[in-house]
């Protein structure tokens, strides 16, 4: 069955893995300060808006995601216009906007994860380094990142298998471009399309197998985090 596969059929492969390398990189950045400040008290009325926005993408159909996304990424949208000011040329229609809308569209998938660990650490941790005189930023680092690893893993394997599989919001986004945008989902509804049914069922089968496995570890992961825990 390889040899139905062409060599442009490899190239959305591993467009779609630097994709969701980069994109769970930058997830990561961005969502663990994010689930530390939503995990502590403080006002519950405002981190309740920031935590409906972030979480957004779960309940938001893709297309209406994909269509406001390339309305601001586009050339005569705000941050498309902002983008071509400092000289990073339109952001809908690339690779670039595809970074942007996938971070977005994964963003709950990385954040609630990590936010739930954190939670579930409690107070005890971080109070009992605060009487050590350990600083802030200390605990934060020393205490509150090395306990709360598993769900910074979870989060980090969910992001990136979901930016694997991302469809809709990716086709609104960048289109269909060889070498640029034309990611592995795409090129698999290309393939169907085309009544390339082999090429689809191989594409669309690796893919099968890799949800599985990652599924299948996340579960192990858990599981064997849950025993150390008892």
Do not use: C
């Amino acid at each position: 069955m390889l040899q139905h596969l062409s060599e442009i059929d490899l190239q959305p492969v591993w467009l779609s893995l630097k994709l969701a390398t980069l994109t769970t990189f930058f997830l990561l950045t961005l969502t663990i300060p994010l689930a530390w400040w939503l995990s502590r008290e403080g006002n519950k009325h405002f981190k309740g808006v920031i935590g409906a926005l972030a979480t957004l993408p779960l309940v938001l159909p893709p297309s209406v995601l994909g269509f406001y996304l390339l309305l601001m990424l586009g050339p005569r949208g705000p941050i498309g216009q902002l983008s071509e000011q400092f000289g990073l040329g339109t952001l809908a229609f690339s690779f670039k906007g595809l970074l942007v809308a996938s971070v977005i569209y994964s963003f709950p998938f990385a954040l609630q994860p990590i936010q739930n660990a954190f939670q579930a650490m409690g107070k005890g941790p971080m109070e009992a380094a605060a009487t050590l005189r350990a600083s802030p930023l200390d605990r934060f680092f020393t205490i509150a990142l090395p306990l709360v690893r598993p769900g910074i893993i979870s989060g980090a394997i969910l992001a990136f298998a979901h930016t694997m599989g991302e469809f809709g919001v990716i086709l609104m986004i960048g289109g269909n471009i060889p070498g640029e945008t034309k990611v592995l989902s795409v090129a698999i509804y290309d393939h169907v399309e085309s009544m390339e049914y082999t090429q689809a069922h191989i594409l669309a089968g690796g893919m099968l197998v890799f949800s599985f496995l990652v599924l299948f570890s996340l579960n192990s992961f858990n599981n064997l985090q849950g025993k150390r825990h008892t």
